[in-house]
């Protein structure tokens, strides 16, 4: 440098000192942002695996529900479609425990109070 040339003007005091002290309140305040993002994220991600669980549970549920309406709706088609078969109507009528008219009753003593295996129980819904 030449020795006669004036030195270069002093930088202003508060400048430098004012981005060093801006620096770590700018990081504290990136921090805490980035801890808010972070919590959201955590409540989003949580609460979207909750609505997932209960909804599958839901979801089981009815078409649960939906299966055993359409064994109900088969039920009552069969039940429908028997009301004037003869044969099928004995059959419900004996084991409701009916008799016919021309037969005779025998009751046996060891003999259980729910109809066995012999009677095809249909629940009608």
């Not at 030449?2 to 030195?7: E, H, S, Y």
């Not at 409701?96 to 295996?117: C, H, K, L, R, S």
Request: net charge positive; proline share 10%.
């Amino acid at each position: 440098m030449d020795p006669g040339a004036p030195p270069p003007p002093p930088a202003p005091r508060g400048s430098l000192w004012r981005r060093i002290s801006r620096l770590p309140l700018s990081m504290m305040l990136a921090s805490v942002l980035s801890a808010l993002g972070i919590v959201q994220l955590s409540f989003q991600l949580g609460n979207t695996a909750y609505r997932s669980l209960t909804w599958s549970a839901q979801t089981r549920e009815t078409k649960a529900r939906i299966q055993a309406l359409e064994r109900d709706v088969k039920i009552l088609k069969d039940a429908e479609r028997n009301a004037s078969n003869p044969d099928y109507l004995r059959e419900q009528a004996r084991c409701q425990g009916f008799v016919g008219a021309d037969e005779q009753v025998v009751v046996a003593t060891n003999a259980p109070e729910i109809p066995g295996e012999n009677c095809r129980v249909v629940r009608l819904p």
